[in-house]
């Protein structure tokens, strides 16, 4: 778990110094997050990057509901790490191989609110969701937020981590 922190911690370090340069070259000012009553879905459209982070976050959700693993291998980098909101870490293969093998199953996940800062080829989504799901046997729905970092790689974006949080209700 100690290497695990120190290689996030370094990652974060990275990120957040790759961010403060392309923000401060680009003058990119941060987007303010949608008021907790708004439907993202009910604001004028995005325009941008922060339209196609958007799209990818609900492609992202649709595909993990679908099982659909040829997205999910498009929208994670081989290099991804996430953090569960029960604390667990997992890779790009263990999150395929768990909606693959039954282990998690998503029958609703619906994005009540997206959010997101650019900042060069680097952008930052806040999500908020709330999922019908079960891990094992467990039932694990609930109202979620998450944090994922997308990273322009090759021409196209990629999430390279993804930390997330429950919470009992919206906000």
Known sequence: MKSYTLGFALFAAVVAAYASAAAAEHAVAPLAALPPTVNASSVAPATGVEAAITTLEREWAAAIVKKDVA?????LADDFNGTSPTAHTFTKTVAIEDLKSGKYVVTSM???????NIYGDVAVAFTSQKESSRYRS???SGHY????????KGGQWQVVA????RFNEGH
């Open 71 to 75: 997205a999910l291998g498009r929208l």
């Open 110 to 116: 619906v994005l009540d609110e997206i959010a997101v």
């Open 138 to 140: 467990t039932d694990t």
């Open 145 to 152: 937020h998450f944090t994922d970092v997308w990273v322009k």
């Open 162 to 165: 993804s930390h997330g949080s």
